[in-house]
């Protein structure tokens, strides 16, 4: 952090602002996954007093969400003209395997219908959105929806340490959303 010459004497380091704060506390999330996350680490990684970072947040259950919050922007969408409406589905399926898994925890806290999430209703809004694109009927898009959450919140909060090497690749998760939209579609 720089510092800035202060007026009267010594030196100050400069304000932090949300996103100094967000930013270190994602490193954390990253290096040590979501559990060890806490305000006053996020002040030691830092360099500054505990109460400088509660400054920009309401405790330790607001610097979690908003973590979350930020990782499920992180997933990348395909923009609604680029390729099939299944082709773009397993692409947001993947980019969540792909980010959750940088952030150890995260998705425990963002899939779980029980706590509302903005951003996993939108990665819910785009998904249904394909569906519809791909011909299912408003009722059969909602029962194919939650088949999905089922499958990629099984996924993703499945993936323990523990498990043999390579057993849940990202290629085995697109073939299990690939076989869930096949079959919905027969049906």
Not at 15 to 23: E, F, G, Q, R
Not at 136 to 158: E, K, P, Q, Y
């Amino acid at each position: 952090m720089a510092a800035s010459k202060r007026t009267r004497g010594g030196t100050q380091p400069d304000p932090l602002s949300p996103d100094d704060v967000l930013d270190a506390a994602l490193a954390l999330v990253a290096a040590e996954g979501l559990d060890a996350l806490s305000v006053s680490s996020v002040a030691r990684a830092l360099g500054v007093s505990t109460p400088a970072v509660y400054h920009y947040l309401g405790g330790k259950e607001d610097l979690v969400n908003r973590v979350c919050e930020r990782v499920a922007r992180e997933v990348e969408i395909p923009p609604g003209d680029e390729g099939a409406w299944d082709d773009r589905i397993v692409a947001v399926v993947v980019s969540m395997h792909t980010t959750f898994a940088r952030y150890p925890g995260v998705a425990v806290r963002v899939l779980p219908l029980r706590r509302p999430s903005p951003a996993a209703s939108r990665l819910d809004q785009i998904v249904r959105d394909c569906l519809v694109e791909g011909g299912f009927a408003d009722a059969t898009a909602d029962d194919l929806l939650a088949t999905l959450h089922f499958l990629v919140r099984g996924w993703l909060l499945g993936q323990r340490p523990g498990l043999p090497a390579g057993t849940m690749t990202p290629a085995l998760l697109e073939r299990a959303v690939r076989w869930t939209l096949r079959g919905a579609a027969g049906s």
